[in-house]
């Protein structure tokens, strides 16, 4: 990942339990896990998703987002890693190991 030189590159993964037992849960749920698209994370599994930032501050308004899209009943949890750690992510598929997926560079300023 390359960030704009002096800020400290981010990862804000974002975990949940959301209960879909009820036509209105499972709707819920489906915004839920829209609005999180819509604001650039994308699905690392079912019910975690990932999106990189630029700065500490970029990802404190990314977090804003998500608590004002919180649904009313589940559990959200939110981790902000930093982009090394998220580097040194073992990604397994069965009982082999691949390197986790690439992602999109994202604009670097001179």
Same mark, same amino acid.
């Given at each position: 990942? @390359?960030?704009? /030189? ?12 959301? =209960? @879909?037992? @009820? ?27 990932? !999106? =990189?930032?630029? /700065? ?8 804003? !987002?998500?608590?004002?899209?919180? =649904? ?8 902000? *890693? ?20 690439? *992602? =999109? ?6």
């Amino acid at each position: 990942m @390359t960030y704009i /030189s002096g800020f400290k590159a981010v990862w804000l993964l974002c975990m949940f339990d959301l =209960p @879909t037992h @009820t036509k209105k849960q499972r709707k819920a749920a489906h915004k839920f896990r829209k609005e999180l698209i819509e604001d650039g994370y994308w699905m690392l599994q079912f019910s975690v998703y990932g !999106r =990189p930032c630029a /700065s500490d501050d970029h990802a404190a308004v990314h977090l804003g !987002r998500l608590q004002l899209n919180l =649904p009313k009943e589940g559990q959200v949890r939110v981790m902000k *890693i930093t982009d090394k750690q998220y580097q040194r992510m073992l990604v397994y598929y069965g009982k082999k190991s691949k390197a986790a997926e690439t *992602i =999109p560079g994202q604009l670097e300023l001179f």
